[in-house]
């Protein structure tokens, strides 16, 4: 079948990223609420509290505030490098959400191999870190990039392979399908039968989206504040957009995989796909306020020396048990 | 980009010029500060990395130089007390108190009981305030953010305290030759008997939340290790020497005030690294609440100045005294050489933090750059004591 | 051997992890401890120290009980204070007339005393360290400490003080002809 810009599959892919542009820029306004009120309530002060009843409105006023703000290029930065890489961090996000389902139905684009759409496009983010550090002509930045590139690269390997080890189980990189081989009680989610690839999955999750206490590549303390040290405005804006909806993402297909997606007891439907995906989210704003950074060396030797060997043989014990029974 | 101060040699300033790269072009020379986050102010280091790792580092200091020396050649023995809160403003009484101990011994001065009792009481809650904000501040160097607000729901609470009689909060000009500015009230006593149970309720819980936690001993254990005989050669006091397995302790080895009536430990670590230093200090937190514990039932009624204490005209004798006085980051020294006027002649101030700052260059060689961070945290610098 | 040991207190140790987790979460339940400025106070403003203020006379709550010896000034460290004397009042007609003739009677006229009183009483809080020595120091008690905390203006003038019209407005006296 020929695709035309009158087929219906294609208006509902426009749909359906414009939804989604909705979707992300909402979530990220309401995470970085939360994630300031978590703050201020874990460290026994309100939080935001000035801007509307309760500081509600926010991240509206820093959203306001930082499209306003002048956009800056250091001198001697390579322009062209220097302003893609925010959009080259963001521009992916799009995708990742497309075959992300929220419920049987509420599905942007059903792709058979959806999960791995997911970790391609996730790749590309390193890609935007790098260009910012090389582009912004700053020594700092430039450590940071380094950081995020030897980062990024050594935990994807285990997240992959924790992935597959549900793969295999499943059978399928279909998000959808794997959502319903799961049941709707916990004792059948995919994260009791595979607790191993749950941890794994969720530690490299961490790191590969650059949080606390993996945040070497915006190390404040270290580094300044590392790739995005020279980012003003909605530069940095973009940056800060897309790390959230990597957040969301990577919670959102812990969902998916492990945790039984838009199943759960008595209601089914997209509202405990929201919920598992947002406690989900919690928990790593939770570590973020609760652990100090790892270092540099530190951060590689647990991926090579813990969590790859460890997946490798969580994979290779899920592929026996396959193959036996 | 093409003016003339941009090319070679006016490029940088002095410090940047000096330090020239090795022979190898594949290093990076980096300023950290003089505006960084973990430099605590404005200390500025450079370094030259290779990839992530430290060949040298070279710390320049005089960003915050206010003359404080020779001021006091020009104020009087009484005016100079302010200038004595703002050297360090973590443990400002501890100067105060090495001031007004000099300014005693020049002049022959006789303290009233009561007022060394309030010296101590005072200058060791602000020993506890100044390690509770460097346990957070060294935390938040390491990247945790959350353990610094607990540290200042503490840290307030003694501020609320020492702002009774001494009416501030963070620079305090209380002591004065010959007794103390205030009394201590009742209140402010019964005060300091409800904070210590509050404070040793507090200590399993940084325990808990950092001191246990692996991420934190990774950070800590085996990093900047110190040996005794480097920390002796650059001149180390305070928790940094202890942390090296030496117990030195001016309340000791050269007694001042009332403390040799009092009990307490001297901690020493011989662990020797960032992790001895932050074990040492938290020690030191335990060591202060039994001392004031003591002190709060010792203290005596009576006056708490002297009835000749030196007035605004005071002449000192001509003589040349020196004090020093355990702070909370090591030996403070003060030097005082009078002609007989009512101005010293000079004043020499010794800053614990110059000399455990020195070590840092030769301690940060060959490590990455976060465990230099650790290191210069775990020294426990206050810039403005060390340019003065 | 020792390697596989530490591995393995690694793995116990990892139980650090949660601990801490548990401390952070414990405190989030916990009830805040900050003061919402604007709507709350703190409640020990009164020993904080404030801008200088003047110590009226018992007898009359618009003079100072200064008798300008100008002690503060000589004490202050920053310098931050200027007390004028006050000068003594005019001679009334008669009394110029009463000089004169003893002037030229070859005696010496007879000088009225000037008031100890300041004419007045600046002091630049911009410069002030509120390390109390003139308070201490003042010979009659004339200083203290204002409870007004939250001084703050736009322009360094501002923090040029008049004390002697603080004082005047306090005890909502009108100020003295000749000034406004």
């Given amino acids: 079948m020929e695709a035309t810009l009158l087929d219906p599959r294609m208006f509902r892919i426009v749909a359906a990223a414009m939804a989604l542009a909705a979707f992300v820029g909402l979530n990220a306004l309401v995470l970085v609420y939360l994630e300031r009120k978590i703050a201020g309530h874990v460290q026994r002060r309100p939080g935001p509290f000035e801007v509307g009843p309760h500081g509600l409105l926010q991240p509206l006023a820093d959203a306001l505030k930082l499209i306003g703000k002048q956009l800056f290029r250091p001198a001697g930065a390579d322009a062209l490098l220097f302003w893609m890489a925010p959009v080259v961090s963001f521009i992916p996000v799009l995708p990742l959400f497309l075959p992300i389902p929220f419920d049987p139905d509420l599905v942007a684009m059903h792709v058979e191999p959806g999960l791995l759409l997911i970790l391609a496009f996730t790749g590309i983010n390193v890609l935007a870190l790098c260009m910012a550090g090389w582009g912004s002509n700053n020594k700092w930045s430039l450590l940071g990039a380094s950081r995020a590139v030897a980062q990024s690269v050594a935990y994807e390997i285990p997240l992959l392979m924790a992935l597959l080890a549900v793969t295999f189980m499943h059978g399928s990189l279909n998000l959808s399908e794997i959502v319903e081989a799961q049941g709707a009680w916990p004792w059948q989610w995919n994260a009791f039968i595979q607790p191993v690839a749950f941890i794994v999955y969720f530690t490299c999750a961490v790191a590969e989206t650059n949080r606390a206490p993996f945040d070497l590549p915006e190390a404040e303390s270290e580094l300044t504040a590392g790739f995005h040290t020279e980012y003003s405005g909605m530069g940095f804006g973009l940056f800060f957009l897309a790390e959230y909806a990597n957040m969301i993402v990577v919670c959102a297909v812990a969902t998916a995989l492990f945790l039984g997606g838009w199943q759960g007891p008595f209601f089914s439907g997209w509202w405990w796909f929201l919920a598992k995906t947002y406690a989900l989210l919690m928990v790593i704003i939770w570590f973020r306020w609760t652990y100090p950074r790892v270092r540099f060396d530190q951060l590689l030797n647990i991926n090579w020396k813990w969590l790859l060997p460890l997946s490798m043989v969580n994979l290779m014990v899920t592929a026996l048990v396959m193959k036996l029974f | 980009m093409d003016s003339v101060f941009h090319q070679e040699p006016f490029r940088g300033d002095y410090y940047t010029r000096r330090f020239e790269p090795g022979p190898d072009d594949s290093t990076l020379i980096l300023n950290m500060g003089p505006q960084h986050p973990s430099t605590h102010g404005v200390l500025r280091v450079v370094v030259e990395l290779e990839g992530e790792y430290i060949l040298r580092a070279e710390p320049v200091l005089g960003y915050l130089h206010r003359m404080h020396e020779k001021m006091g050649e020009t104020r009087s023995y009484l005016q100079y007390m302010p200038n004595m809160g703002r050297v360090d403003y973590l443990h400002p009484l501890a100067w105060n108190h090495a001031y007004v101990c000099a300014v005693e011994k020049l002049g022959n001065i006789e303290v009233p009981r009561r007022a060394e009792f309030i010296r101590v009481i005072t200058s060791e809650l602000n020993r506890i305030s100044s390690h509770l904000l460097w346990w957070g501040a060294y935390l938040l160097d390491l990247g945790a953010f959350t353990p610094i607000m607990y540290a200042f729901e503490e840290r307030e609470r003694i501020q609320d305290l020492l702002q009774e009689p001494t009416g501030s909060r963070l620079t305090y000009s209380f002591f004065r030759p010959g007794g103390v500015a205030a009394d201590l009230s009742p209140e402010f006593l019964q005060g300091v008997r409800e904070f210590i149970p509050y404070m040793r309720s507090r200590l399993p819980m940084y325990k808990d939340l950092v001191t246990d936690n692996i991420i934190l001993r990774y950070r800590c254990e085996e990093v900047g290790e110190l040996p005794l005989d480097m920390a002796r050669r650059y001149g180390a006091s305070g928790p940094v020497l202890r942390a090296s397995g030496m117990a030195y302790d001016v309340r000791r080895a050269e007694p001042y005030s009332v403390y040799p009536e009092l009990e307490f430990a001297t901690p020493v670590s011989q662990r020797t690294d960032a992790m001895g230093r932050y074990k040492v200090r938290l020690a030191e937190i335990e060591e202060s609440l039994k001392i004031l514990e003591q002190a709060v039932e010792m203290i005596p009624e009576g006056e708490i100045l002297v009835k000749g204490a030196p007035k605004p005209r005071w002449k000192a004798p001509a003589g040349e005294v020196y004090q020093a006085v355990e702070g909370a980051r090591g030996k403070i020294g003060v030097h005082i050489l009078s002609a007989g006027s009512a101005q010293p002649y000079r004043i020499k101030l010794r800053a614990p933090g110059f000399s455990n700052l020195s070590l840092f260059a030769e301690l940060a060689k060959g490590t990455l750059l976060s465990d230099a961070v650790s290191i210069l945290g775990s020294l426990d610098l206050v810039i403005p004591e060390i340019d003065r | ?180």
């Fill in chain 3, 1 to 180: 051997m020792q390697a596989i040991r530490r591995k393995l207190k690694d793995i116990t140790n990892l139980w650090s992890m949660v601990k801490g987790l548990k401390v952070t979460g414990g405190q989030f339940l916990k009830p805040q401890v900050t003061v919402h400025y604007p709507r709350q106070e703190v409640a020990n403003l009164a020993s904080f120290r404030g801008p200088l203020q003047l110590v009226a006379k018992p007898k009359d709550p618009a003079k100072p009980k200064c008798i300008a010896c100008l002690m503060c000034v000589s004490v202050c460290p920053s310098g931050c204070l200027t007390v004028l004397k006050a000068k003594p009042p005019k001679p009334t007609p008669e009394e110029e007339a009463a000089a004169r003739a003893a002037l030229e009677a070859g005696e010496k006229p007879a000088k009225k005393p000037a008031p100890k009183e300041p004419s007045r009483f600046i002091y630049d809080y911009s410069l002030c360290s509120l390390c109390g020595l003139c308070a201490e120091n003042c010979p009659v008690g004339s200083l203290s400490y204002s409870e007004n905390i939250y001084l703050t203006a736009t322009d360094a003038k501002a923090f040029k003080l008049d004390l002697l019209a603080d004082l005047r407005a306090r005890a909502g006296a009108a100020p003295p002809a000749g000034e406004e």
